[in-house]
């Protein structure tokens, strides 16, 4: 139904109903973008005070730092390489619970069990890694017993590839759930006939199976890619210092209370965001995908 | 992502009629090794969280790393009474409290918005994207935005006002997002009959909805108490002078090399592991009652 048709009263009842939800996003979401946006245009005097007014000084000082182009260079290698990892372990955990496993119930139950992590804590989470990374932890102890190696690894904590292990150890879960999810979707019936049809189970995979998970996949990168962009903890704790993101270092700008540079860069990052988000969002109607 | 969640339990009623993958012949060797993936993503899953658990058990010598040295509850005393931790317990006491204001209020809003978004109404596409948005935007980002709001406003940031406000755009879109899934299961005969019937709107909501829907209510609580119970981001520039558990445990990674680390990570573990439990448990009472009320 084409809005514009709906009667007035549908119109009235429905704003009714959210209108709860639009009191929490006007202060609490729309306000506060705003007053970033506004900060960024405004002038510093270098101890946390803002002037009003209308300056682009922060833009100019944030586009013309070399930092900038490192912090999102580094940004787009975390993210990039992070979703290559959740999407392959999150397709294929998708996929054989899906059709792997022949029990629906058993099906459910381990979908759970891969579920449960994503209502505990993330810090906690992260951290968890310690003792397994380590330059004492598990893993070297291993190595160095086995005599693979003599001295300790010592990449494997604070370092980009303890980033990354941190990230995909907290987001493949936002793959697999809507990957799962379309999956469960795709009539069985389906893939018989393709099966009697000669097709190959590569073939089944290639033509079916993952054209039809096209908008998981795309629900599972929004999620993903929104979160590794504007993460700064995981970057922070789980490097050591040593390398930093977009947001680890407006964070680092909050701290020493440069809020104009801290918005220009906070109001780049968002746009770069919303045109990732957009162009996914092209390839699906999220809101019909969640309602079906 | 919440769509699933919400309706796994409905689809356990008719589960053992139907299996998904095809019931016959043997097992492709591609079985074997999607199935080793499996056990290896979740044992990479809950491996290091069982390695924290355990190592905080140690006694007074205990480090960070293997081998356990001794074992003892020391650490979680420790962790209740030394002041160089920081206020565990009010802390605590804050996200508890916190995180039960902001289910009862992620449960309402959320299934009022559930209802309002089942027709189409002029404007909704615009409310959609905002939560959309409140979603994905950095949570950094707009705790900063919040706090420098209250500050211009002159109001005093505190975990029960900004943060509050901080943590529900973020616990709403997803608590939002699970009544889109619960509501398109929801058969609109029932409510009719209830009309037909002479039951005013709110009868037919609180007599014919709400029991219907409760499964999934208990998943919108489930999100909206874990969510903010664990929230970081949002609340890091808005909870004022008194820290929320999460910003406690980030104030610890920073500065606390002992054990009482893990050990505050075993505690709040616990206090999520009885919440999962205990939702996931009602959701399947509930069911369980009534596929039995069904057939009786």
Redesign the interface.
């Known amino acids: 139904m084409q809005p514009s048709q709906t009667p007035p009263r549908a119109n009235l009842a429905g704003w009714l109903y959210v209108s709860p939800l639009v009191l929490v996003l006007v202060p609490f979401f729309v306000a506060p973008i705003l007053v970033v946006l506004a900060a960024s245009f405004f002038a510093t005097d270098g101890f946390g005070g803002l002037t009003p007014g209308f300056t682009l000084a922060s833009y100019v000082e944030v586009l013309h730092s070399a930092l900038t182009l490192k912090l999102y260079l580094a940004t787009i290698k975390f993210t990039v390489l992070t979703w290559i990892f959740t999407l392959i372990i999150g397709f294929f955990v998708a996929y054989f619970l899906v059709f792997h496993v022949r029990n629906q119930l058993l099906a459910i139950g381990l979908f759970l069990l891969c579920t449960v992590p994503f209502w505990t804590s993330n810090i906690i989470r992260m951290i968890s890694w310690i003792p397994l990374l380590g330059k004492e932890g598990l893993i070297n102890q291993a190595l160095l017993g086995l005599g693979v190696i003599r001295q300790p690894l010592e990449v494997l904590l604070f370092s980009d590839l303890a980033v990354v292990i941190a990230y995909v150890h907290q987001l493949t879960i936002f793959m697999i759930v809507p990957i799962f999810n379309s999956m469960a979707r795709i009539d069985k019936k389906l893939i018989e006939a393709a099966i009697d049809a000669g097709a190959s189970r590569f073939d089944i995979m290639r033509l079916i199976v993952v054209p039809m998970s096209k908008s998981g996949i795309a629900l599972g990168t929004i999620f993903v890619v929104s979160i590794v962009m504007g993460d700064f903890f995981v970057v922070k704790v789980m490097s050591g210092g040593g390398s930093a993101s977009v947001v680890s270092a407006f964070y680092e700008d909050v701290g020493v209370l440069q809020y104009p540079n801290a918005a220009a860069s906070a109001v780049l990052l968002t746009l770069v965001l919303v045109a990732i988000v957009s162009l996914i969002l092209r390839t699906v109607d999220i809101r019909q995908e969640i309602t079906r | ?5 919400a309706d ?1 339990p409905e ?2 009623a008719p ?2 009629t ?6 016959k012949g043997g ?2 060797w ?2 074997y090794v ?2 080793t ?2 056990s290896l ?2 044992i ?6 069982f ?2 658990y355990i ?1 905080s058990f140690q006694d007074i010598r205990g480090g ?3 081998p356990m040295k001794g074992h003892s509850l020391h650490w979680f005393v420790d962790l209740f009474t030394q002041v160089r931790t920081g206020d565990v317990k009010g802390s605590f006491d804050r996200s508890i409290k916190l995180a039960v204001i902001v289910t009862v ?1 992620t449960v ?3 299934f ?2 559930g ?3 089942r ?7 615009v ?2 994207y ?17 706090g ?2 209250f500050q ?1 406003l002159g109001l005093n940031a505190s975990w029960y006002t900004s943060a509050l ?2 943590q ?2 973020w616990t ?1 879109p997803f608590g ?2 699970v009544m ?2 619960v ?2 299961r929801f058969n609109h005969v029932w409510e009719e009959a209830a009309y037909d019937l002479g039951a005013s709107r709110w009868q037919s909501i609180r007599l014919v909805m709400i029991p219907v829907l409760a499964p999934g209510l208990v998943a919108v609580a ?2 909206g108490f ?1 969510l903010s ?2 929230e ?2 949002r609340s890091l ?1 808005t909870a004022g002078s008194l820290n929320t558990l ?1 910003l406690e ?2 104030s610890m ?1 920073l500065n606390v090399t002992s054990p009482s ?1 893990y050990a ?2 075993t505690v ?2 616990i206090v ?2 009885v ?2 439990g205990a939702s ?1 448990g009602s959701i399947v009472l509930i069911q369980k009652k009534r596929s039995s009320s069904a057939k009786g």
Request: glycine residues 8%.
């Open positions: 992502m919440s769509a699933v969640l796994m689809t356990v589960a053992t139907k299996a998904i993958a095809p019931s097992r492709p591609t079985f999607l199935a993936l499996f993503y979740v990479a899953l809950y491996g290091p969280m390695c924290i190592l960070l790393v293997f209020i309402v809003v959320s009022l918005a209802l309002g978004f027709k189409r109404f002029r404007g909704d596409t409310v959609f905002m939560m959309i948005g409140s979603l994905v935007a950095p949570g950094l980002v707009l705790g900063l935005g919040t420098l709001l211009a406000g901080a529900l755009s709403l939002v997002l889109f899934a509501m398109s489930l999100f874990t119970y664990d970081f981001a520039q999460p445990i980030w990674t680390l505050l990570g709040t573990t999520s592991f919440v999962i996931l």
